[in-house]
């Protein structure tokens, strides 16, 4: 019931289109989602994060698209960048002090030019 | 914003001998620091919880004995590998949360090999 699915595993987008990543979760007390971008020999960086009370939330190119009846929340990219290309990770926790983060499998995004 | 400050952010050891990884929150309390192992191309395992003053939480099948975590002040935790082997060889990364309500910041990680 921790688990958080997260697909595809790897994508390939050109520059300008539109990258889509996808998440599921068991665990209906998860009340924070964020994605995190991490780059080779880095720790991730948060990216965007989005709470159960709205269904959508957008960061310049990047929008959280939330649906707590299907337990599901999927990361979008505008407009992808070459500068985009990087390992993607979701992400779902509780809210209380110490709660631990259970990670999506990632996502390896390559933008061409 | 938040920042957690890792270091090293690599290391190169010989087998038998010991590393310790340092993570502080530079303008933050982190009241629970995480530990985390990611080796390539696979997602974050979570080793170890700990919060300031208390002993760590170890995730089932993490030997605490190998991984030694202290988290003695709000600023600062430290994980040390005892007596490396090639196999504990990993991207070792910390996360630092101030309390409920607020997000994870994480360190910039630390590769470690062991020779």
């Known amino acids: 019931q921790q688990q958080v699915k997260q697909s595809p595993q790897s994508l390939i987008v050109q520059k300008g289109g539109i990258s889509i990543i996808n998440c599921a979760y068991e665990n209906t007390a998860f009340d924070y989602f964020p994605w995190y971008q991490q780059f080779p020999g880095k720790g991730p960086a948060l990216l965007i994060a989005i709470r159960p009370d709205v269904s959508e939330k957008k960061e310049g190119r990047f929008t959280i698209s939330f649906n707590k009846s299907a337990k599901q929340f999927s990361l979008h990219i505008m407009d992808s960048q070459p500068g985009d290309s990087a390992t993607y990770f979701c992400?779902?926790?509780?809210?209380?002090?110490?709660?631990?983060?259970?990670f999506g499998e990632g996502t390896q995004l390559t933008v061409n030019p | 914003g938040a920042v957690v400050s890792q270091h090293p952010s690599w290391v190169i050891c010989k087998s038998g001998t010991s590393v310790k990884i340092e993570c502080r929150s530079l303008?933050?309390?982190?009241?629970?620091m995480f530990w985390y192992r990611q080796f390539p191309k696979q997602s974050l395992m979570l080793m170890a919880t700990?919060?300031?003053?208390?002993?760590?939480?170890?995730e089932q099948g993490v030997e605490k004995d190998k991984f030694l975590i202290n988290h003695a002040s709000l600023t600062l935790s430290t994980l040390t590998v005892t007596s490396a082997h090639p196999e504990d060889s990993s991207f070792y990364i910390c996360?630092?949360?101030?309390?409920?309500?607020?997000?994870?910041?994480f360190g910039s990680g630390t590769r470690l090999t062991v020779v």
């Open positions: 303008d933050f309390q982190a009241t629970t």
């Open positions: 996360s630092a949360r101030t309390g409920a309500g607020y997000g994870y910041t």
């Open positions: 992400a779902a926790s509780k809210e209380t002090s110490g709660s631990r983060l259970t």
């Open positions: 700990s919060n300031e003053g208390s002993k760590a939480t170890y």
